[in-house]
């Protein structure tokens, strides 16, 4: 099954980016795509999500499995195809926007390696399907809907990709990553890192070192993002309650090492804050 959508190509686009096209195939054995350097001029996420299918780089053949995608820039040689015996299930789009976004993807590193694998993916694939029945319904009629939608799909991919390992350790920054929530969750308690660690499958260094990886932060950043968080929120929603009593709810036991944290994150104290939200005087 081939189910895709082209769109016109803007020479001004007005938005930081816009598709160029965007497909689903599914049980297609034959596809299978070869364009030389030069010849195509937008960039392209193809993720898999079904099946397997293979990428040549510089005469290496890479297998691809579910979760795994590639990311080609502008004008780069481009080699894919599906596996005949399990053919690949793909998700996809090729899009375009002006300098800022050559600029901004290369400034993030995208640029280093064509081979990604997306950690929970399956979360993304509602993000691409919404913008291929967006195409299908209204074409470029509404431009403001497609950038968003392109950009959530950019956004959710930049937010999940690592570089390509061919399958070794995803398993476990999966469990990592879905322990998040929890972590989240139980923030304001004391984090014990032997805990967590163990519940990954894997030891106190290795966690740390996945947790990283999985988040751009170590597990403490991650805890005192969310305590500060929440910080924010009871602030506002409790208007009545004492910073030191808020310290307190959200896991800091001495109100001083808790106005220090918060005025590092957020550049100003508890109190401020709460003024500056609320508009009181």
Same mark, same amino acid.
């Given at each position: 099954?081939?189910?895709?959508?082209?769109?016109?190509?803007?020479?001004?686009?007005?938005?930081?980016?816009?598709?160029?096209?965007?497909?689903?195939?599914?049980?297609?054995?034959?596809?299978?795509? &070869?364009?030389?350097?030069?010849?195509?001029?937008?960039?392209?996420?193809?993720?898999?999500?079904?099946?397997?299918?293979?990428?040549?780089?510089?005469?290496?053949?890479?297998?691809?499995?579910?979760?795994?995608?590639?990311?080609?820039?502008?004008?780069? $040689?481009?080699?894919?195809?599906?596996?005949?015996?399990?053919?690949?299930? =793909?998700?996809? =789009?090729?899009?375009?926007?002006?300098?800022?976004?050559?600029?901004?993807?290369?400034?993030?590193?995208?640029? +280093?390696?064509?081979?990604?694998?997306?950690?929970?993916?399956?979360?993304?694939?509602?993000?691409?399907?919404?913008?291929?029945?967006?195409?299908?319904?209204?074409?470029?009629?509404?431009?403001?809907?497609?950038?968003?939608?392109?950009?959530?799909?950019?956004?959710?991919?930049?937010?999940?990709?690592?570089?390509?390992?061919?399958?070794?350790?995803?398993? &476990?920054?999966?469990? =990592?990553?879905?322990?998040?929530?929890?972590?989240?969750?139980?923030?304001?308690?004391?984090?014990?890192?032997?805990?967590?660690?163990? +519940?990954?499958? =894997?030891?106190?260094?290795?966690?740390?070192?996945?947790?990283?990886?999985?988040?751009?932060?170590?597990?403490?950043?991650?805890?005192?993002?969310?305590?500060?968080?929440?910080?924010?929120?009871?602030?506002?929603? $409790?208007?009545?309650?004492?910073?030191?009593?808020?310290?307190?709810e959200v896991g800091y036991s001495n109100p001083s090492y808790f106005n220090k $944290?918060?005025?590092?994150?957020?550049?100003?104290?508890?109190?401020?804050? +709460?003024?500056?939200?609320?508009?009181?005087?």
């Amino acid at each position: 099954m081939i189910r895709q959508h082209h769109l016109p190509t803007l020479a001004d686009p007005p938005f930081f980016c816009l598709p160029e096209s965007v497909g689903w195939y599914r049980e297609h054995a034959t596809h299978s795509v &070869s364009r030389e350097a030069g010849s195509l001029d937008n960039f392209n996420i193809h993720m898999v999500t079904n099946g397997k299918g293979y990428v040549e780089i510089d005469g290496e053949v890479f297998t691809l499995m579910p979760g795994d995608a590639f990311f080609y820039f502008p004008l780069m $040689r481009q080699r894919y195809y599906s596996s005949e015996d399990e053919p690949w299930e =793909v998700r996809w =789009v090729h899009f375009y926007g002006g300098p800022k976004l050559l600029e901004y993807l290369t400034e993030q590193g995208y640029r +280093r390696t064509q081979l990604w694998t997306v950690k929970a993916w399956k979360e993304l694939v509602p993000a691409f399907h919404e913008l291929l029945e967006e195409a299908e319904a209204h074409s470029f009629l509404h431009l403001a809907r497609l950038s968003s939608l392109t950009y959530a799909i950019l956004t959710g991919f930049m937010s999940r990709a690592v570089p390509f390992t061919g399958g070794k350790n995803t398993e &476990s920054s999966d469990r =990592v990553a879905k322990l998040l929530p929890a972590i989240r969750s139980s923030a304001s308690e004391p984090f014990l890192l032997e805990h967590w660690a163990e +519940r990954a499958g =894997v030891s106190p260094y290795y966690f740390c070192k996945l947790f990283r990886k999985t988040t751009q932060m170590t597990p403490l950043e991650f805890v005192t993002l969310c305590r500060l968080q929440r910080a924010k929120q009871l602030l506002l929603e $409790r208007s009545d309650w004492s910073v030191k009593r808020i310290a307190l709810e959200v896991g800091y036991s001495n109100p001083s090492y808790f106005n220090k $944290r918060f005025m590092e994150q957020e550049r100003m104290t508890p109190l401020e804050y +709460r003024r500056v939200r609320l508009g009181a005087r």
